[in-house]
């Protein structure tokens, strides 16, 4: 079974450990939101890439969800100590190895895929990882503070900011003007299922569908395509995507999740069993939907998650119409 998951980093990440868990035979391609990247002390990070690759690789710190196991803060530390910031996003040592290979690949010529590529042969993350595009994409989200509007960078509005003032707007710059990386468009044409696992919709799988011809090759695809709600009982299962949601006219609810994609992109979804009640709306948008326990409490439960989503796009897979023919929910 070829599958192709679409994912952003901390629960795409643990999805797809349930998911290798689930079918272990499967030929899995992750595509990977890039619009989280950033350029610190001039070194290019990625965190969803990174995530993903560390999470499947056992170099992850569970506890926080991303970042190394066993990490120290040398440099830092020391970095503070000359007053080089940004202090609030947390490099650290054993991480910072892996920025400087990356950014010394990517000097020497190397596109953004062939670079994941080489670092995924150390961490050999039983996965083909591929970022969304080798073209540089940032997500910026628009905000007011004082009376002043202006734009920052996602990592600043969400890390340092921890969303506390909503969001306007959120734009991903330079995705109108990239191409996916090699290998994304022929590895969603060739899948049996593709999955939308319960990343954030707006700023991971959102920005991910935003390079165009990605979101066409989805909708054109014959494979069925499942998602699984990142609301439960009308909240994020974790961060803040309440707040880009409301950002993009989106109730924070599993429905209107699902809506938001659209009939024209997934035939499936997955609500919690605290939203079975949620069933029935989104069934009348055109979509198959089931109710199934949807906390990643370990490996086994979100394995089980993913027999679900399978199981769906088997179900889905076999009565569904031509995406072309339903509406886009837009």
């Known amino acids: 079974m070829r599958i192709v998951v679409l994912a952003g980093g901390i629960g795409g990440a643990r999805f797809l450990r349930g998911l290798k868990k689930a079918a272990p ?9 890039t619009g989280d990247d950033i350029h610190l002390f001039g070194l290019k990070v990625c965190p969803d890439l990174d995530t ?10 569970e506890e926080q969800g991303w970042g190394r196991e066993g990490e120290s803060f040398t440099v830092k530390e020391e970095l503070a100590a000359y007053g080089v910031g940004p202090e609030w996003f ?4 054993r991480d910072f190895a ?25 961490w050999r993350p039983g996965v083909r990882l ?25 990592q600043e509005y969400w890390v340092k900011m921890r969303a506390s003032v909503p969001a306007r707007a959120v734009v991903p710059v330079g995705a109108e003007q990239a191409t996916p990386a090699p290998g994304v468009l022929e590895a969603i044409a060739d899948a049996d299922v593709i999955l939308f696992p319960p990343s954030n919709p707006v700023v991971s799988i959102g ?7 990605i979101r066409e090759a989805v909708a054109a695809a014959s494979a069925p395509v499942v998602g699984l709600s990142p609301i439960v009982g009308d909240a994020p299962v974790r961060g803040m995507a309440d707040k880009v949601l409301a950002a993009v006219g989106v109730e924070s609810t599993a429905a209107a999740v699902a809506r938001h994609y659209g009939s024209g992109l997934v035939d499936g979804w ?29 490996v086994d439960a979100t394995a089980a998650m993913a027999r679900e989503a399978l199981a769906l796009a088997a179900e889905a897979g076999k009565t569904a119409e031509p995406k072309e023919t339903k509406g886009t929910g837009e």
Request: charged share 20%; proline share 4%.
């Open 25 to 33: 035979d499967a030929e899995i391609t992750v595509v990977g939101n």
């Open 52 to 61: 993903v690759m560390y999470t499947l690789g056992g170099g992850i710190d």
């Open 90 to 93: 947390g490099l650290g040592d």
């Open 98 to 122: 892996t920025h400087i290979v990356r950014t010394q690949m990517l000097g020497a010529g190397y596109p953004l895929s062939a670079v994941t590529e080489a670092l995924c042969a150390r």
């Open 130 to 154: 591929l970022p969304m595009s080798d073209d540089r994409v940032e997500t910026h989200v628009a905000i007011e503070v004082d009376g002043e509007q202006r734009a920052v960078h996602f």
């Open 207 to 213: 920005t991910i569908l935003a390079v165009p011809g």
């Open 270 to 298: 997955l609500v919690d069993t605290v939203d079975a009640g949620a069933v029935a709306d989104v069934e009348a948008a055109g979509i198959r939907c089931r109710a199934v326990p949807l906390m990643m409490t370990d």
